[in-house]
């Protein structure tokens, strides 16, 4: 049990499984700041647009009386919107951060090799006599 709850230990103490729980606890948090914008703010707009119309009351009724099933498709839609939503608000936050964030510009980087002057054939850049010709390079 020892060797168990040491292997568990060494586990829980990687950098990677500590940026996981990070991840997941800021995600969890960036979830209801998500959630409660297409909620609160979106879905009532378009709400507004389509004329107050409910998907949540859509459904069809499978037999009678109160206690009969019923198949909630207006349900799957408003959720399906929802969905939608929530996808196009953190693609325009993903959108939003990425170009705040500063890009790194990679500097070409010197050729490894260079032509002979006299020859024409590669040789390395840092020559200064070429290996096929022998002419001395400046």
Do not use: W
Not at 4 to 11: D, I, L, R, V, Y
Not at 23 to 34: C, D, R, Y
Not at 81 to 89: A, D
Not at 105 to 121: G, R
């Amino acid at each position: 049990m020892k060797a168990f709850m040491a292997e568990f230990k060494k586990f829980i103490a990687r950098g990677n499984v500590m940026d996981m729980a990070v991840g997941i606890i800021i995600g969890g948090a960036f979830t209801a700041i998500v959630t409660s914008l297409v909620n609160d703010m979106l879905m009532p707009l378009l709400s507004l647009i389509i004329g107050g119309f409910d998907f949540n009351s859509l459904c069809i009724v499978l037999g009678e009386g109160e206690s009969a099933a019923t198949l909630n498709y207006g349900a799957f839609i408003a959720a399906i919107i929802n969905f939608l939503l929530i996808s196009f608000v953190i693609f325009l936050l993903i959108r939003a951060i990425n170009r705040l964030t500063v890009k790194k510009k990679e500097a070409p980087s010197a050729p490894a090799t260079k032509e002979c002057p006299f020859c024409k054939e590669q040789i390395a850049a840092e020559a200064t006599r070429c290996p096929h010709c022998t002419s001395e390079l400046r």
